[in-house]
């Protein structure tokens, strides 16, 4: 019976022999995929060429200059201004659940702080807020309700949400169009 043992345990180093060659033989083939090289810079220094031949001597010649200067044309171009963001009259639809109102705002712009009133069907509010390059982040007012609302601005379209309470969304959306470019 030990001569049976001993002739499963040469197999078996065999097979372990093959299969460190195996392993070996791979890790060996892909080096430079499991340990790529590192980075190395080298600074080139590049000395100019000297020109062989030598140059002729140019002497400066005098430049004859206008007894009367020629016209001068200036055109200006009338280029109108980039509309102010959150600044100027929009109109659009606010929704509150599966309602929807058309709304109109009416927005004044100081620096980065908005001012403004909302009207919609039979409810009329109040907002302020401050803007962070296109985003208006507000409070809002209608009657005893408050709460807050985002809003960006895409060009001269307003898309937004608006919440109850300390909630910026979960009660509705705004959408609205710029009407005056102002």
């Known amino acids: 019976m030990s001569g049976e043992n001993k002739g499963g ?3 078996i180093i065999i097979a372990l022999i093959g299969l460190a060659g195996i392993l070996g033989g791979g890790v060996i083939a892909n080096w430079d995929k499991i340990f790529p090289p590192a980075q190395q810079s080298q600074t080139v220094v590049i ?15 005098p430049v004859a200059q206008p007894e009367k200067p020629d016209p001068v044309i200036l055109y200006t171009a009338k280029i109108a201004p980039k509309p102010r963001l959150f600044h100027g009259s929009y109109v659009g639809i606010m929704t509150e659940g599966v309602e929807s109102i058309d709304v109109q705002f009416t927005l004044k712009r100081t620096g980065n702080r ?3 009133s909302y009207s919609g069907g039979d409810e009329s ?3 302020q807020g401050t803007v962070n390059d296109n ?6 007012q209608a009657g005893e309700y408050t709460g807050r609302g985002i809003t960006v601005a895409e060009g001269d379209r307003i898309v937004g949400t608006w919440g109850y309470g ?3 969304s979960g009660a509705g959306e705004t959408i609205a169009q710029k009407t005056v470019l102002r």
């Open 9 to 11: 345990n040469t197999q």
């Open 47 to 61: 000395e100019p060429i000297k020109p062989q031949v030598s140059q002729p001597k140019i002497e400066p010649q």
């Open 114 to 116: 908005v001012t403004g």
């Open 125 to 127: 509010g109040r907002l």
């Open 135 to 140: 985003i208006l982040t507000y409070n809002w």
């Open 166 to 168: 300390d909630a910026i």
